[in-house]
Structures are given as C-alpha cells and as structure tokens.
C-alpha cells in the first residue's frame, strides 16, 4: 500500500481547512502520498475534492472520514455560557451543540463511489461490513489508533494498515472513546513507544504520526518498524495548504507551547496555547460533536478578524521546527535530511 512509495512520506488529513487537492496533489507528486480530510465536510464537498485532486494528478490518493460516536451525557450550560462571552464580543450567534455524525454513510456511499484507493478512519474503527465493502470495491482501509487495544480493535475488523498516533502529535486524538476527566483522554504514549508495542501485536503494516517534521523524524520511525510516515504539522505552512493566515503566523513567530484541549471541541485536542486553552480547558467537558458544533461560528470569526486568542490553533509539540514553501520544497528538504540521518546510521555496521 505505501512500500511502493519513492519517499515513504504521507501528507495527513488536516480537516477544518489546512489539507487541500492541491496539497494532496503536489505531494504525491514528489514522490510521497496525500489523504483528503473528510472530516466536517458534506457528501457533496467531499465529493467535489476528491474530483479536484483527481484533475491535478494521476497518483493514487487517500480520504479520511471521522467514525461517529455516540451522543454525550455531559453537562454542556457551564462551556456554553463562557463561549456566549466570546459570541458576543463578535456580534455571532453560538452554534447548536448538537451530536450529529459527520454525514459518515453518506460520505462512505462517496469514496465507494470514487473507488478511493486507501480510506483511513479516525475516532474509531469502521464496522466489518463498512470494511467488507470497501475491500470488494478495491480500496484499502487503515485505522489511526492511539494504543495497543485500539490497534487489537483494528486488526479485528479487517484493516489492511494501522496508522500509530502518538501524543506528540497536533490537532485531535484519534482516540476510540475520550475518557472524561482524563487530561488528553487517558493513557498518553509517544510514537515510538507505541511502534514498538503494537509492531509486536500484528504483522500490518504501521504508518508513524506525531510531532514529525524533520527527515531525520522519518528515518527513526522508518528504523523502528513504519512503512512509512505520516506529517501534517510539517505542511501547515506549505504554500498548498489552507491553513489561516493568523494560524500561519502564530507557527512562524513560535514562542507558545502546546497543549492538550478539550475547549474548542470537546475532543482532546493539541494547540498552542492561547486564552481561549488557558481559560476554558479546566471545564471543558467531553462532548464531541456538540462542542465542536457550539465554538464554530466564533472560532470562524476569530480566524476572519486574526484574532489568535480565541482560534483553535491546532500544531504539533515540535511546530517550530518545520519549515514553508512550496510542498515539494518541504518534501525535498525532508528526503534530503533523512539520507543524512541513514548516513549517520552507518555507525552500528
């Protein structure tokens, strides 16, 4: 699925705006893989960028869909009434913190549609009967996981790759079920760490993600078991990607940490830190989509106004270290960096 790749790299679904065809396109054109992020789109969206990455380039490419949850039982008035703070200094309405799910079926009926060649799942595995059909439709399903026993859950139902999450990396957990109380949704492991634990589970192969942006990142998941590697912080500045033109600069000038988040979601989530991480994380209850659906229309009015405050500015624990350009610059110094971490490795022979 990825072995036969010129450069064992892959482009992660970004959802919300940063992962776009061109994106997709110019990195499968330097020799890595692309996903498109389904997440948070229609049916119909979804659709038009699969048919727009499919016009900008011949390379087989991947979609990502969110596997829905079940609705919360949290108590919601306390976040709702902070965010109706927010809301107003904007002149917004809040969203509806309603449960919804992502138009999953209707999204799955698109890449069957498109015989997509790799579908990915994120918060979950995909129903054995989901997976049956994609397999006799011709693509190949992978599952992100975050643990031994989510990758035990993936292998049961079919997958035909595992992608190994760690804690490093940006934006959401693609935790199966978030543990309410449990800063970052309960037990954390580092990509390498979770390598090594699921590589001696299951024979899949493992595609590694979190906090990856140098080549020398790629050679060590490469050296300890993944087929590949998967980077979405290292391209959020891409010229390609979509990210906001606040995000991008908040990335560029550094300075801020990271941390997990559960305020603009109700998923735990990695951002830099900002008012918005510092004053509603505390309470944040466990509630996704209904958080998600609630900060909407602020966080997009504070992209619009550069307010960096109140957006979720979703990046990785080693942002500062990635670069911009265009996408083929940022996988040609990754190619080239990872050669000289190959090279340095000539010291065990």
């Known amino acids: 699925m990825f072995d036969e790749l010129r450069f064992p790299v892959i482009a992660a679904p970004m959802a919300g705006g940063p992962t776009t065809p061109g994106l997709v ?4 054109a330097a020799g890595g893989f692309g996903f498109l992020a389904g997440g948070y789109l229609s049916a119909e969206a ?3 960028r699969i048919a727009k990455t499919a016009e900008l380039t011949g390379a087989p490419f991947g979609v990502n869909l969110f596997v829905p949850g079940g609705a919360a039982s949290a108590d919601l008035d306390g976040h709702v009434q902070r965010w109706r703070a927010e809301a107003e200094r904007y002149g917004v ?7 919804d799910d992502d138009a999953y079926n209707a999204k799955l009926e698109v890449v069957l549609k498109w015989k997509v060649p790799v579908v990915s799942f994120t918060f979950g595995a995909p129903s054995p009967d989901d997976v049956e059909r994609l397999h006799g439709n011709g693509s190949k399903v992978a599952v992100t996981v975050t643990s031994p026993v989510e990758a035990d859950r993936a292998v049961a139902v079919g997958a035909d790759a595992l992608v190994v999450q760690g804690f490093e990396a940006g934006a959401h957990r693609g935790l199966f079920a978030d543990e309410p109380g449990v800063e970052g949704g309960g037990t954390q492991y580092g ?6 634990l699921i ?5 899949l192969p493992l595609v590694a993600t ?4 140098h080549g020398a990142d790629v050679a060590a998941v490469l050296a300890a078991g993944a087929v590949a590697a998967q980077l979405g912080t290292a391209f959020l500045r891409a010229d390609e990607a979509g990210t906001q033109p606040a995000h991008r600069q908040a990335l560029a000038e550094g300075g801020r940490p990271t941390a997990f988040t559960r305020a603009f979601s109700g998923r735990p989530a990695r951002a830099l830190v900002n008012r918005a991480v510092t004053d509603f994380s505390a309470t944040a209850p466990s509630a996704y989509p209904e958080i998600n659906n609630l900060t909407k229309p602020v966080r997009a ?3 619009k106004a550069g307010d960096r405050e109140v957006m979720s500015l979703y990046a990785g624990q080693t942002y500062e270290l990635a670069g911009s350009g265009p996408a083929a610059s940022i996988v040609e110094r ?4 990872a050669r000289e971490a190959a090279t340095r490795l000539s010291r065990l022979r």
């Open 25 to 28: 396109a110019a990195v499968t």
């Open 46 to 48: 979804l659709a038009d």
């Open 93 to 99: 309405e809040l969203g509806e913190p309603r449960w």
């Open 191 to 196: 990509v390498l760490s979770l390598l090594r």
């Open 199 to 203: 590589s001696a589970r299951t024979d």
């Open 210 to 213: 979190g906090g990856l942006v």
């Open 301 to 303: 009015a504070a992209g």
């Open 334 to 337: 990754l190619q080239t960096e």
